[in-house]
């Protein structure tokens, strides 16, 4: 039997629909995400990103300095590797329990974000915060 055009596009519509962000869609600057970076990073990663938090002498494996997140990947910001990481979704055995896993913490309202490959994809707007945040304090060679 075949579908008829309606019925496509009205499944296509309610498709869109369940993936429409909501709240409100304004980019966070890095400014929001300072502020849930000093609330839920800094223990570990330090006020400046670069791992030397109060928790770090803690720790068996040293938490990551993050302002070198881009100079590691060839000067390129891997946003959906990072957007991975601190979620929890791509978080492997090798890296170990020390990272936490924020994505809970973080789901709220939905904003469409492109990581770069040119697809808007709805993804809370905590988690786009910290990325815009770590993404600034980027170093520079």
Same mark, same amino acid.
């Given at each position: 039997?075949?579908?008829? %055009?309606?019925?496509?596009?009205?499944?296509?519509? =309610?498709?869109?629909?369940? !993936? &429409?962000?909501?709240?409100? $869609?304004?980019?966070?600057?890095?400014? &929001?995400?300072?502020?849930?970076?000093? &609330?839920? !990073?800094?223990? !570990?990663? @330090?006020?400046?990103?670069?791992?030397?938090? %109060?928790?770090?002498?803690?720790?068996?494996?040293? %938490?990551?300095? =993050?302002?070198? #997140?881009?100079?590691?990947?060839?000067?390129t910001f891997p946003r959906a590797r990072v957007l991975s990481t601190i979620d929890g979704y791509a978080r492997s055995a090798v890296e170990g329990p020390n990272m936490p896993e924020f994505g809970e913490l =973080?789901? @709220?309202?939905? #904003? %469409?974000?492109?990581?770069?490959?040119?697809?808007? $994809?709805?993804?809370?707007?905590?988690?786009?915060?910290?990325? &815009?945040?770590?993404?600034? #304090?980027?170093? $520079?060679?």
């Amino acid at each position: 039997m075949r579908a008829r %055009p309606f019925t496509l596009s009205f499944l296509a519509a =309610l498709t869109l629909a369940a !993936c &429409e962000p909501t709240g409100d $869609t304004a980019m966070p600057g890095a400014s &929001e995400g300072q502020r849930l970076f000093m &609330e839920n !990073c800094a223990v !570990c990663h @330090g006020a400046d990103g670069k791992g030397n938090g %109060p928790m770090a002498r803690a720790m068996t494996k040293a %938490p990551a300095n =993050l302002t070198l #997140i881009a100079v590691r990947n060839g000067d390129t910001f891997p946003r959906a590797r990072v957007l991975s990481t601190i979620d929890g979704y791509a978080r492997s055995a090798v890296e170990g329990p020390n990272m936490p896993e924020f994505g809970e913490l =973080l789901r @709220g309202d939905l #904003i %469409p974000l492109d990581t770069g490959d040119g697809v808007e $994809t709805p993804t809370p707007r905590k988690l786009v915060a910290l990325l &815009e945040y770590l993404e600034s #304090i980027q170093a $520079t060679r």
